[in-house]
């Protein structure tokens, strides 16, 4: 199991708080910086971690007004800001990259991230996605709110930074291993680090990761690299579902049911063996016992998550249920889709970011019932416009589909950076 060590208290959230991992069998160490958010959410501290490897690495810095809190965790682990000299950024979501751009500025930092992230910084991602948003009953309060206005300086300051290092899929650079797992974003990363898991928001404990919708890949179809045009596997439910049933398939010692829908089974973890040596970076990561270090919820309301890649499955399985549930409202007769939203989410309050977390949400599982010909819309292909009512065509076929999506592609990992 993986060995957690406070070495400094925080609140119950896990804000401000330090922690050193200590991997199962490898012995690795890395250490964990509960970076507060710069405004109120319940979401807890993103967890960014300081991996001492060939490079004195941060993944994940946190947002853009929580500088401070990564500046004076370094300094109790006995480094200066400056020290720093690499950033590796997951996905580019303002509570993870925000405070690259100060960093970079402080420290010289190479900065790496997927090659999708590259070439998305002078995108106005917001703004690109505009019009389909305005069809959308209830969106204007959210147009004004705080939140897009963070969004806007988290893109004005995006602008500012250079990609340093296009990381593709199967990239190995001393220890660290990528791995390219779009669906929540279309830039998402997984790295390995020894038995250690950098997960990002791919895989997270306790919650459920935010799936992309899959019209998206049509907005910004001419703004990415050549190989990802022609045909959307990064954007949308099913392909975060690729990517978790890719990662699923890693978990050696339990891996996941051949059936996705069954219920997810949890890895045994063998004892502890710190004399363990570390693996070669010329081989391959071994994939025994990977233990899971995620960007939220690590640690929440005074207790520890720990998860291993088992999760993945799990989270595969939130989701079909969440298709049987909406084709459950559906049963009782057509709905718009604001109506459908607000059936589904019935017990929560949804206003403003709430709305609209909750409305995308719908959306990414309804593209994947229109593809698997379970629902259809009165008007074809227009699943967004106002009054548009959304059927149910008295199949499900969703599960089956789901069960056997192929992984995202494992491609041959790169030579080691030299």
């Known amino acids: 199991m993986l060995e957690p060590e406070i070495l400094k208290q925080g609140d119950e959230s896990g804000n401000r708080m330090i922690i050193k991992y200590t991997a199962p069998a490898s012995g690795a160490a890395v250490w964990a910086l509960g970076i507060p958010q710069a405004w109120e959410t319940p979401l807890g501290p993103?967890?960014?971690?300081?991996?001492?490897?060939?490079?004195?690495?941060?993944?994940?810095?946190?947002?853009?007004?929580?500088?401070?809190?990564?500046?004076?965790?370094?300094?109790?682990?006995?480094?200066?800001?400056?020290?720093v000299q690499r950033i590796v950024v997951t996905h580019g979501h303002m509570d993870h990259d925000g405070g690259?751009?100060?960093?970079?500025?402080?420290?010289?930092?190479?900065?790496?991230?997927?090659?999708?992230?590259?070439?998305?910084?002078?995108?106005?991602?917001?703004?690109?996605?505009?019009?389909?948003?305005?069809?959308?009953?209830?969106?204007?309060?959210?147009?004004?709110?705080?939140?897009?206005?963070r969004v806007k300086?988290?893109?004005?300051?995006?602008?500012?930074?250079?990609?340093?290092?296009?990381?593709?899929?199967?990239?190995?650079?001393?220890?660290?291993?990528?791995?390219?797992?779009?669906?929540?974003?279309?830039?998402?990363?997984?790295?390995?680090?020894?038995?250690?898991?950098?997960?990002?928001?791919?895989?997270?404990?306790?919650?459920?990761?935010?799936?992309s919708v899959a019209r998206s890949h049509a907005t910004f179809r001419s703004s990415l690299p050549q190989p990802y045009r022609t045909t959307n596997h990064i954007y949308g439910l099913k392909a975060m579902l690729?990517?978790?049933?890719?990662?699923?398939?890693?978990?050696?010692?339990?891996?996941?049911?051949?059936?996705?829908?069954?219920?997810?089974?949890h890895a045994n973890h063998p004892p502890?063996?710190?004399?363990?040596?570390?693996?070669?970076?010329?081989?391959?990561p071994n994939n025994a016992n990977i233990a899971v270090l995620p960007a939220h919820r690590a640690y929440y309301r005074g207790q520890f998550n720990l998860v291993g890649l088992e999760r993945a499955t799990e989270i595969v399985q939130h989701h079909i249920t969440r298709c049987h549930d909406l084709l459950n409202i559906l049963k009782q007769g057509p709905r718009d889709l604001v109506s459908l939203t607000r059936d589904h989410f019935s017990h929560r309050e949804l206003a403003d970011s709430n709305f609209f977390l909750a409305l995308t949400e719908v959306i990414s599982h309804l593209e994947l019932l229109q593809e698997t010909g379970d629902i259809t819309t009165t008007t074809p292909q227009a699943l967004l416009q106002p009054n548009n009512k959304i059927h149910w065509n008295g199949t499900e076929s969703f599960p089956n589909f789901i069960t056997n999506l192929a992984p995202q592609p494992t491609t041959t990992p790169h030579p080691p950076i030299p």
């Open 46 to 83: 993103t967890w960014c971690y300081l991996v001492e490897d060939e490079q004195l690495t941060v993944i994940d810095p946190g947002c853009h007004g929580s500088e401070q809190h990564l500046s004076e965790g370094l300094e109790y682990l006995g480094y200066s800001l400056n020290a």
């Open 100 to 149: 690259c751009l100060s960093v970079v500025k402080a420290s010289g930092a190479e900065l790496w991230a997927h090659e999708i992230y590259g070439s998305l910084l002078l995108e106005d991602r917001w703004e690109r996605e505009t019009s389909w948003r305005q069809q959308i009953t209830g969106f204007q309060a959210f147009e004004n709110s705080e939140t897009v206005e």
């Open 153 to 211: 300086e988290h893109h004005h300051r995006s602008r500012q930074l250079t990609l340093d290092r296009k990381v593709t899929d199967g990239l190995r650079s001393g220890n660290l291993t990528y791995y390219y797992t779009p669906g929540h974003s279309p830039d998402e990363l997984c790295i390995q680090f020894h038995n250690l898991m950098f997960t990002g928001d791919h895989i997270l404990p306790q919650i459920t990761p935010h799936p």
């Open 242 to 265: 690729r990517s978790l049933l890719r990662v699923a398939a890693m978990n050696t010692t339990n891996p996941p049911p051949n059936n996705a829908n069954t219920t997810a089974m």
């Open 272 to 284: 502890n063996n710190a004399n363990t040596a570390a693996r070669n970076p010329s081989q391959p």
